[in-house]
């Protein structure tokens, strides 16, 4: 059938803190709609799989020390080097969710104190999301839920500037969520906003770019 020929998956997104709940409920998103019979997968950034996913790995892990630019432009190129990737999934009718992005590229390196603009020149012209699910969490919430891992950025202090950078990035793309509301609320927003946004894309919403 013609529609199903043509019709494009949706790029759907979740940011929000460390400890937000991102994972999880991307998770739950992604069996809710295969069980639906939507053609889905599930990427995260930073994909420690590939060359620059190590480097990155290991900056995170403390493993080795790098440059806050230097930093910044391999978690972009490791998005980069899978954005023809992602493109032919979402032309094949796949769509992605996404555990963290540019969002999360741009709004931890100018926490440091990088200029958001310099951050935000790379991400030009990655694919832009259909849809940004960001799980909206008080920081001190978010340290209360504990697995802080000991990686890199996951201190409160750093999480708040975090924050307030998310803040200015937010477009209208976004949809925030309550992320301290239960697990079952969060999730069943999240449902719904997916399934509107893949039927926006279905319907022939052109794929458009970053920023
Ligand atoms: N992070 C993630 C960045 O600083 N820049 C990026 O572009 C991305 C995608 O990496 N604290 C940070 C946010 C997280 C850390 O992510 C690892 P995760 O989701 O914990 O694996």
């Known amino acids: 059938n013609d529609r199903e020929n043509c019709s494009r998956g949706a790029l759907i997104v979740v940011e929000g803190l460390d ?7 991307s998770c739950k998103l992604l069996s809710y709609l295969d069980g639906q019979g939507y053609s889905v997968e599930s990427w995260r950034f930073p994909d420690r799989s590939t060359c620059v996913g190590e480097m990155i790995s290991s900056y995170l892990t403390n493993k080795s020390q790098l440059d806050d630019r230097t930093i910044h432009l391999l978690f972009s190129a490791n998005r980069w080097e899978k954005r ?11 769509t992605l969710i996404v555990d963290r992005y540019s969002y999360s590229g741009v709004a931890f390196s100018s926490a440091k104190g990088l200029d958001i603009e ?3 020149a790379p991400e030009i012209g990655l694919l832009a999301p259909d ?6 969490i008080p920081s001190e919430k978010a340290a209360e839920r504990g697995g802080y891992g000991g990686e890199r950025y996951e201190q ?7 924050a307030k950078r998310y803040q200015i990035l937010q477009d209208t793309s976004w949809k925030i969520i309550d992320a301290c509301l239960p697990i ?10 997916v399934v509107d946004s893949i039927v926006t894309c279905q319907k022939g919403k052109p794929l458009s770019q970053l920023w």
């Not at 400890?19 to 409920?25: A, H, L, M, P, V």
């Not at 023809?84 to 796949?94: H, P, R, T, V």
Request: aromatic share 6%; glycine share 4%; proline share 0%.
């Open 118 to 120: 310099w951050c935000k």
């Open 19 to 25: 400890r937000s709940g991102k994972t999880s409920q």
């Open 184 to 193: 079952e609320d969060v999730e069943k927003q999240m449902k719904e906003l």
């Open 131 to 136: 849809l940004v699910l960001y799980l909206d």
């Open 156 to 162: 409160l202090e750093f999480q708040k500037e975090v």
């Open 84 to 94: 023809s990737l992602m493109e032919s999934k979402l032309k094949k009718g796949i």
